[in-house]
């Protein structure tokens, strides 16, 4: 008879599932996906060092208590730390003039301005939340590590990001597998500063409410092959938006070179392409503007099977759900 009831306390929930409807809801989402623990994966660089596996623990306890309003911890990074972030802003300074989109460019003087983007020491995550909140209205939030797909994209409807905040192992500085706040901080903040970006990516964020574990995953995908690895076009030229890209030099210069493949981004395929996370990507999807690629994800979307729609009020930080049917 247990099982009975638990079956339709299920079926119950498939219909109604439950998704954060204020920005402070996001405090139930911080689940994480533990595959790529220092602790548990015994390839990970940080596998054999006692020390970097005490420190991780240390800097996830502070994202683990993080509630929403607070501010958010500042993190006094060691030495090591800001010089491997040093090591990774070097190779960007280099190879964004040349093959980061104009977007990217813009944000990223800026930040070098305000003195935000320095190359002796690790931004906190506080400055950097200020500085997107006066461009696009976005916010961090700490996260302990790679979150579900679920989690991580329904922040994004709120204009949350959740940002990890520890940093990778000085020996891997130009590619890892998990993300950490190198990444983060080089890859994704300077385009969620950008107002036509930033749109996209909370509408990525409001899609995913309420959607059923298949769409999600679709959501996932177009979110990696986008946000994560996108391509574009800037005249005859193509350049890289994606985040994995910007933070990770191996990658960049793979990705732009003639052995892997690049394909138009269209979600109605790009949102079935398997992919991997522990390699370079054999397959890139170049999208014609960042306009494009929002217009065409958004008549993808409305062909998605919810029975209500989402409105985000930002006076109230509020996700207003309107039944249309
Ligand atoms: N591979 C990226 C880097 O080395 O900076 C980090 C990640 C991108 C996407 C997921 S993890
Ligand atoms: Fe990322």
Known sequence: LDGVTLLADNSVSIKDPWFPRHASDLDNCNHLMTKYEPDLDMNHPGFADKEYRARRKVIAEIAFAYKYGEPIPCIPYTETENETWSRVFITVLDLVPKHACVEYQRVFKKLQEERIFESHRIPQLQEVSDFLKRNTGFT?????????????????AFRVFQSTQYVRHINSPYHTPEPDCIHELLGHMPLLADPSFAQFSQEIGLASLGASDEEIEKLSTIYWFTIEFGLCKEGTEVKAY???????????????????????????????????????????????????????????????????????????????VLDSV
Request: aromatic share 12%; net charge negative.
């Open 140 to 156: 961090l939030r700490p996260a302990a590590g790679l979150l579900t797909a679920r989690d991580f994209l329904s922040s994004l």
């Open 242 to 320: 994606g985040a994995g890209l910007l933070s990770a030099y191996g990658e960049l210069l793979h990705a732009l070179s003639d052995k892997c493949e690049h394909r138009p981004f269209d979600p109605s395929t790009t949102a079935l392409q398997k992919y991997q996370d522990q390699e370079y990507q054999p397959i890139y999807f170049v999208a014609e503007s960042f306009e494009d690629a929002k217009e065409k994800f958004r008549r993808w979307v409305a062909a998605m099977s919810r029975p209500f729609e989402v409105r985000y009020n930002p006076h109230t930080q509020r996700v207003e």
